[in-house]
């Protein structure tokens, strides 16, 4: 009896560790019929896939005109404040004249100093060629000496320069006039052109430098608002597929819920580089107009131009456009390192590109040829026909998990993500 008792209690507990175990192992797949993985699929159809690139910039007028001051001096007068519409030509602000039109006074005074000193030039010329005749005929008739003539002689020619120099002063003092006139007009300050003074950088009564041997003061700008661009950065490796004409949907931060359409008319041919060492980073400016049609009837916006320069954008330029190509879910592609060569060192070739395609019971790999993307399918070139049903989720199983032959079960893609 006491044996009995003792092999019970051996027994029991072994028995339902055995219990566990086999509990445990059929789950997890170690005997039995093999544990499937969860998965979400996708039929491949014919799409139309647009090919984007994302840049971010800024919005900025098409065109924008920088005013600065061609003489320096204190603002006098300012007609018109940031957001003002100003017609071409129009007063924009004068800078104090008093300085430039004393230079005119001195230049006028100078004028006529020189007019006054070429008569006396004059006079004196007539006297000096007189003199020099009458001399020269009496050296002819040996009256006066040699002497005597070339004293003459001269006098003739200093007279006769000094004419000519005055006649100099004279184009000299009309010049200083002339420039000293343009001076004083340039202290009135006139818009370039039609449009909306975009920014104001200048007060009543402050000083400004003029362009004379210097960056003059900028003291404005003034937009055409009624045509604006985004100005964006494109990496260098995207570049090559940007090109003059790619149409582009542009979004502002300011208008979260509405798209504007544009057309790239820019590409810098420069690159600039921005960051330092290692972190450099390569960009190429390119430009994006805004259609006016793609705001013009826009709800919830500002009246006229709702783009103001400086407004933040993201662009995503449409570089190519394939319709009527086998498009699957861009999470369904992925790559396997080809265990039919044996290399010592792996190489790109070595890499397959696979998608997954599903009988219902288990996941087969094949083979592809991928072709252009947009955010959610990429083209399959071969490979995949359509029709076929493609496992599209979740992407830690397509990428890790799955091999060919793997069993699986299909759900619904939200299943797989639910928090029970």
Do not use: C
Not at 194 to 218: D, I, K, Q, Y
């Amino acid at each position: 009896m006491m044996k009995s008792n003792k092999f019970l209690k051996i027994l029991i507990p072994l028995v339902v560790v055995l219990l566990i175990f086999a509990i445990v192992g059929k789950k997890m797949g170690w005997f039995g019929k093999a544990a499937s993985v969860k998965v979400a699929v996708e039929t491949a159809e014919r799409r139309v896939i647009v090919e984007t690139i994302t840049a971010n910039g800024k919005i900025q007028p098409e065109k924008e005109v920088k005013i600065t001051p061609d003489v320096s001096g204190e603002i006098v007068e300012l007609t018109v404040k940031e957001g003002d519409q100003v017609e071409k030509g129009q007063l924009l602000l004068r800078i104090k004249p008093d300085v430039y039109i004393s230079q005119k006074d001195r230049s006028l005074a100078a004028i006529s100093s020189a007019r006054a000193r070429l008569a006396q030039a004059e006079a004196q010329f007539i006297q000096a060629e007189l003199t020099f005749k009458r001399t020269e005929q009496l050296f002819r008739e040996e009256t006066i000496s040699k002497s005597e003539f070339e004293q003459a002689e001269a006098s003739y020619r200093v007279a006769k320069a000094e004419v000519d120099a005055a006649r100099f002063s004279i184009v000299s003092a009309e010049a200083s006039v002339k420039e000293a006139n343009e001076n004083l007009i340039k202290t009135s300050i006139y818009s370039p052109m039609t449009g909306t003074v975009s920014m104001l950088l200048v007060e009543l009564g402050e000083r400004v430098a003029g362009t004379g041997l210097m960056a003059g003061t900028e003291m404005l700008r003034v937009a055409d608002l009624s045509r604006m661009e985004a100005q964006v950065e494109v990496n260098e490796n995207d570049i090559p597929s940007v090109k003059l004409g790619d149409t582009a949907t542009i979004e502002v931060d300011a208008y979260p819920d509405y798209k504007f359409k544009g057309i790239v008319t820019e590409i810098a041919s420069s690159a600039k580089t921005t960051g330092i060492s290692a972190d450099q980073v390569t960009n190429f400016d390119v430009k994006i107009l805004v259609l006016p049609e793609s705001y013009q009837n826009m709800e919830g916006g500002p009246a006229g131009h709702p783009l103001r320069p400086g407004m933040s954008a993201t662009v995503d330029i449409q570089t190519r456009t394939k319709s009527g190509v086998i498009g699957v879910p861009i999470e369904s592609v992925t790559t396997r390192t080809d265990t039919t060569k044996v290399t010592s060192t792996p190489s790109d070739e070595d890499i397959r590109t696979i998608v997954f395609i599903t009988d219902g019971e288990r996941a087969l790999a094949k083979d592809v040829k991928t072709g252009i993307q947009d955010n959610t399918y990429i083209e399959i070139i071969s490979g995949v026909s359509e029709g076929e049903r493609v496992i599209s989720a979740p992407f830690s199983a397509i990428s890790k998990k799955l091999a060919d032959s793997s069993l699986i079960e299909i759900v619904k893609k939200e299943d797989l993500f639910s928090v029970k």
